[in-house]
């Protein structure tokens, strides 16, 4: 079992950038596939970024890439999201979440995650 605590969310202005962090615990972090989702008010929860259980494997949004860089280290028992060139649109709380696999791949369906974390606020400002 893994748990999941999200920083690094903020106000920050149009065209500015943020880095968020997930921090998990337990032994077995590198087992576990990493997505980012996010979910603004009104809309249901979309897929932003993943990330393979050993980092060689990333996959985004299409409208995200080239803005949003998903990363990991299983040193730190840690997943980022860092986030450039931020627009109004970027606006929702951003969640992390864990997928426990044996094959080393990337996960897009929130249902395919067993593990959230609690969210971090992302407000961009125009």
């Known amino acids: 079992q893994v748990q999941l605590v999200e920083s690094g969310g903020g106000l920050v202005q149009a065209g500015g950038s943020l880095r968020l962090s997930c921090a998990a615990s337990g032994r077995t972090f590198s087992s576990y596939a990493m997505g980012w989702f996010r979910q603004a008010p009104g809309k249901e929860r979309e897929f932003v970024a993943a990330v393979s259980w050993s980092g060689a494997l990333t996959y985004y949004a299409d409208a995200l890439k080239g803005r949003f860089t998903i990363s990991r280290d299983n040193a730190k028992n840690t997943v980022y999201l860092q986030m450039n060139s931020l627009k109004p649109e970027d606006t929702a709380v951003y969640y992390c979440?864990?997928?426990?696999?044996?094959?080393?791949?990337?996960?897009?369906?929130?249902?395919?995650?067993?593990?959230w974390g609690q969210g971090t606020q992302v407000t961009v400002s125009s």
């Open positions: 979440a864990a997928a426990l696999r044996l094959k080393d791949t990337y996960y897009s369906r929130p249902g395919e995650y067993g593990y």
